[in-house]
């Protein structure tokens, strides 16, 4: 092994022991170092050098690493207080994978549970429709008897959008396989995949019978070029945001007294507006996310300095997500979430990223240059009672291939 290699493996041993990585059975950091060992002697035997872009590719790798490396390992219930999970980290770049428990809570947030997302919100979110909301309803409970609860989720990090890279094409399947043998009553499913961005990984996924299962529509702003087109909304929100003489910041390091704060801003919007079935997170997730460098929070700020609105920020290459924000909607401010979007696509269009500002708000969305993408879940049946429950999956695929953006924005979104 070359030098460069060594100091690269040490490097990933020092990242993996500070953050206290939960490494799976299936995978160790010795057995990551044996496997360069390996290429390092074939390399040496073929007579090849690695050319320049290899070891480019390598650092952008390691250096991919590095940024999963960096959640913290913690129980899922110190973040979020209805996840009904656990959360373990997995391969060698660190996977998130949630294993649903029972019991299950009764609000059990859509990103551990596909009950949840797919059947109990769209309940409530059209319950003013008395029939179909029980419709749903009645669904949600036909699924759960088809055991849909007993789920685990591979790369679901306990965040709304999980942002996908070219390394987990192949790491995404094995990890699948390995969990498909040794959960055999267990659901398994990939979330936040799309077809134009993902089309590998979902064919590979499909080769271990997955099915593509639609789930929702999240929109996107690309910011890393110059915009083609001035959306007079967002340009309207831009220069409110100028006038109000609010100031923006980001934050890399909060208080407890800070933390608890942004928690409250979130709850009041997310949870007590919304819905109870959205991640229901605690002081500790938005310290930690902080403070271990996962996230930063934008925080919009008074002229006392009190935060009137914020947005965390979770970067993953050139894609930037919002996981959660908040803002007091007892203000005597008017318009904060147009001026807390505004400030983020200032930022995300400062650092050339490709913002994806999940799902919800379509109307809002569209209006200021979001670009709606549909997002697929790749479910496989339990191996235990596969083939009943593998020709009801297969059903909704076939039935699925045909839905458009379009015609879930009919719908709504």
Not at 11 to 21: D, E, K, L, P, T
Not at 143 to 159: F, K, T
Request: charged share 20%; proline share 3%; net charge positive.
């Amino acid at each position: 092994m070359s030098s460069s290699d060594k100091n690269a493996c040490n490097q990933i041993i020092a990242v993996s022991n500070r953050v206290r990585i939960k490494l799976d059975p299936y995978f160790s950091v010795d057995a990551f170092v044996k496997k360069i060992t390996r290429r390092s002697k074939s390399r040496k035997s073929d007579g090849h050098q690695v050319s320049a872009t290899n070891l480019q590719n390598q650092r952008i790798e390691r250096q991919d690493i590095q940024a999963t490396a960096q959640w913290p390992s913690s129980e899922l219930c110190h973040w979020m207080q209805n996840g009904s999970a656990d959360l373990a980290w997995h391969g060698g770049s660190g996977l998130p994978v949630t294993t649903s428990v029972r019991p299950r809570g009764p609000h059990t947030s859509y990103i551990t549970s596909l009950r949840s997302g797919w059947f109990d919100y769209a309940a409530e979110e059209i319950a003013g429709k008395a029939l179909p909301a029980w419709g749903f309803r009645c669904a949600g409970q036909i699924a759960r008897m088809l055991g849909i609860d007993n789920i685990i989720l591979v790369g679901n990090a306990p965040v709304s959008t999980n942002i996908w890279t070219e390394r987990h094409i192949p790491e995404v399947p094995l990890l699948c396989q390995q969990i498909a043998f040794s959960h055999k009553k267990h659901f398994i499913g990939v979330r936040n995949l799309q077809a134009d961005k993902h089309g590998p990984l979902i064919h590979r996924l499909k080769n271990e019978r997955f099915y593509a299962i639609p789930a929702r529509i999240v929109y996107e702003f690309d910011f890393r070029e110059t915009l083609e087109k001035k959306h007079s909304h967002l340009q309207r929100d831009r220069s409110a945001l100028k006038r109000s003489g609010l100031q923006v910041n980001v934050l890399t390091s909060i208080s407890p007294t800070q933390a608890a704060h942004l928690r409250d801003l979130y709850q009041a919007i997310y949870i007590d507006k919304h819905s109870a079935l959205n991640a229901q997170y605690t002081a500790q997730f938005f310290a930690d996310m902080l403070s271990f460098k996962v996230m930063t929070a934008l925080v919009v700020q008074d002229a006392d300095g009190r935060i009137v609105a914020f947005a965390m920020l979770y970067a993953v290459d050139d894609t930037l997500t919002v996981p959660a924000l908040g803002y007091d909607a007892r203000s005597s401010i008017s318009g904060l979430y147009r001026l807390l979007f505004a400030a983020i696509s200032l930022h995300a269009q400062e650092k050339r990223m490709l913002l994806n500002y999940s799902s919800g708000a379509g109307d809002f969305k569209r209006k200021r240059g979001g670009v709606a993408r549909l997002e697929y879940t790749l479910l496989k049946a339990p191996q235990h009672w596969h083939s009943a429950r593998s020709s009801i999956l297969s059903l909704i695929q076939r039935y699925g291939q045909d839905i458009r953006e379009i015609d879930l924005i009919a719908w709504g979104a």
